[in-house]
Each structure stands twice: as C-alpha cells, then as structure tokens.
C-alpha cells in the first residue's frame, strides 16, 4: 500500500521539488499539497494522509501549530517537520507537540524518502546532526538528574554545606554563613564525600555543579 502524503510548504520551487523527490518511488504518493498550513486539518480530514510534511515557518499557520492541531485528530498522521533553520528552539516545539520527524532542507532525497516511510510505520526520524545534539542535551540531563539523586542522600544541613562548597567558598566562610564552628564544617564534608563516594572537596564541587542547584 502506498504511503499518502500532504505537503505543505509556501516556497512553490521547494514544494515542487519536494513533490518531485517523493513520487519517483513507487510507494509514496502525495495526495495533497498547500501554501499555508491553515489548510493542515481540512485536507487531513479529506486524504487522510499517513504523513503530514509540513515546513516550519509559513504564513498564518506555522509548522509548530500544525503538528499541534494534528496531534487531536483521530487517527492522528505523523507529522514530519522541514526547516532551513537548525534551532533547538524548533526542534524541541516540534517534538513537544507531537512531531514523529524533524529534517533540514538540505537533507539528501534519500533521507526525505526514508523518513516519510519511517515515520509511516509509526516510527521517528531525526535529522542526523540533529539527533546528535539531542543526545547530547539528554546526556546532560542524565547527568544532572544523577547528580541530584546524589545530593538527596544528605541530610539537609549536608546540602547547604555542599552546595557552598560548589560555590567555591571556605570552611573558614561556610561556618560563618551557617553559624557553625569549623569543626563541625569538617565533619559535615566527612560525611559528604562519604556518601558521595567523593576523594576530595572538588569531586563534591563536581557532583553540585552536574546537579544545576549550585
């Protein structure tokens, strides 16, 4: 069965090539297509596409919104977002509101035809450079939420201490902020690197600032 497409792109040129691309294999056929993404749902509901390829920035209704509005119909196409723009703010609306593919204009024919036939199958497809910021930006996230998980083994008097020691400061000037003596600063930080499972005041300085509370 072939895949059914819409298109929609305001740049006439782009859509015609786009078109082009997609209907010189045998199992894509684009049933409809538009200027504006104002007609996303209208044609949606008349075609029932499997795949919508919406380009991000168009007039009235932008690319973000589509997939938004497409989101609540049942059943809901997968939408696959075009853009000339590598920006995460993009990137993350579109993911946010349902968008199963996100791809750069200057992706290759062959990527354009693989994630339409990808995302058919109810899978997801992310441009390549893309994808690997995001993982990027997930490990960092990963990190950070390990990081926390950490710290929630203290007690809180050993979070304050912790937490000015990512900021950096003395013991000299964290008893005087807590009102503690410096002994007592010291058994706290004993007992922090402990749980931490941290050699020294930096690995703790470490884990604070993996954990963004710092």
Do not use: C, W
């Given at each position: 069965m072939s895949v059914k497409v819409v298109l929609l792109e305001d740049d006439e040129l782009v859509r015609s090539g786009i078109r082009m691309i997609l209907e010189s294999t045998e199992d894509i056929e684009v049933v409809a297509e538009s200027a504006d993404g104002a007609l996303a749902v209208e044609l949606t509901d008349r075609f029932r596409p499997h795949v919508v390829l919406t380009d991000i920035e168009m007039p009235k209704v932008d690319g973000i919104e589509v997939a938004r509005l497409l989101s609540q119909r049942d059943p809901?196409?997968?939408?696959?977002?075009?853009?000339?723009?590598?920006?995460?703010?993009?990137?993350?609306?579109?993911?946010?509101?349902?968008?199963?593919?996100?791809?750069?204009?200057?992706?290759?024919?062959?990527?354009?035809i693989e994630?339409?036939?990808?995302?058919?199958?109810?899978e997801a497809m992310i441009s390549p450079r893309i994808t690997k910021?995001?993982?990027?930006?997930?490990?960092?996230?990963?990190?950070?939420?390990?990081?926390?998980s950490r710290l929630d083994?203290?007690?809180?008097?050993e979070r304050e201490v912790a937490l000015h020691?990512?900021?950096?400061?003395?013991?000299a000037e964290i008893a005087s902020l807590l009102y503690l003596s410096d002994s007592t600063v010291k058994v706290h930080i004993g007992r922090i690197k402990t749980k931490l499972g941290a050699a020294n005041r930096t690995q703790v300085a470490i884990v604070v600032h993996e954990s963004r509370l710092g």
């Open positions: 809901a196409p997968a939408v696959v977002m075009l853009t000339t723009f590598d920006v995460d703010a993009y990137v993350y609306a579109a993911l946010r509101h349902g968008a199963a593919g996100f791809l750069l204009k200057d992706s290759s024919p062959k990527t354009l994630a339409v036939r990808v995302v058919a199958k109810g910021r995001l993982l990027s930006r997930f490990a960092e996230g990963a990190a950070e939420e390990a990081a926390r083994a203290l007690t809180p008097r020691i990512g900021q950096g400061l003395s013991n």
